[in-house]
């Protein structure tokens, strides 16, 4: 997690070091830093306030998301469309599944309208990706949702796509791991969405309140109550997911 802007993480700090942004002069395009926790509602609802609802057009970007990270990228993005806050494009990678222990809870999952259950990332497939072939194209779906010869990370990818509310969305293979690098290779996760919309904004200050509802909804196959957020039930629930949530 980065440190507030002008605290400088010391040699035993759990922050990120800011000297790869601030210690190269200036960019052409002016970064900061900022200290969130994106599994947490008030924490989004004050990016978005605080930052996003400006009237500007404005990408959001999230490189190698850990877990249901990608899923608050892609809820984010979905509410600052919808609330007219002038956001025009995703770019969203996403890095590993939610964790096993969201499939043992069977924790269900809902942004932009799909929904979809945590056992279903993590179902066995029937071929590994180097065995693949046409046959596959007319795979159906199977009762779990994943496709027979359909692994878990590209099920995710496939749906985290459906969870962007939009049209004009794409998911796409952008090689940018070597095949010497760790996870490289056949396995690489080099998967990429991106989302576009032209640029809107309602003017003024545009409502926020709406932002950073929790995308897990079901847990046990009970819905999350709304007393769900508090941090004894969560750390109950899924102890403690290094993703961030039960967000």
Not at 16 to 30: C, V
Request: glycine share 10%; charged share 25%.
């Amino acid at each position: 997690m980065w440190s507030n802007r002008g605290v400088e993480p010391g040699p035993t700090s759990e922050h990120i070091s800011s000297d790869h942004i601030y210690a190269h002069g200036d960019w052409p395009i002016k970064l900061l830093t900022l200290k969130l926790d994106l599994t947490k509602g008030a924490d989004v609802r004050g990016l978005a306030k605080h930052v996003i609802r400006e009237n500007r057009p404005t990408i959001l970007c999230g490189i190698h998301l850990c877990g249901t990270l990608s899923l608050r990228a892609c809820q984010l993005f979905n509410d600052s469309v919808a609330s007219g806050c002038g956001v025009i494009g995703l770019m969203l990678a996403p890095c590993c599944l939610p964790r096993p222990q969201h499939r043992k809870r069977r924790f269900m999952y809902d942004v932009g309208g799909h929904r979809f259950a945590a056992t279903e990332l993590f179902e066995k497939t029937s071929k590994k990706s180097s065995d693949r072939d046409a046959t596959d194209k007319d795979a159906k779906e199977s009762d779990a949702g994943c496709k027979p010869s359909e692994g878990a990370y590209l099920s995710y990818t496939r749906h985290l796509l459906d969870c962007l509310d939009v049209e004009q969305k794409t998911k796409e293979n952008i090689a940018i791991h070597r095949e010497t690098d760790r996870g490289g290779g056949e396995n690489a996760q080099n998967i990429f969405l991106t989302a576009r919309v032209p640029f809107s904004h309602a003017g003024g200050e545009p409502d926020t309140a709406g932002f950073g509802n929790p995308v897990v909804v079901e847990i046990d196959g009970k819905p999350r109550s709304a007393d769900a957020a508090t941090p004894q039930v969560e750390e109950a629930a899924v102890q403690q997911d290094s993703s961030g949530i039960p967000a």
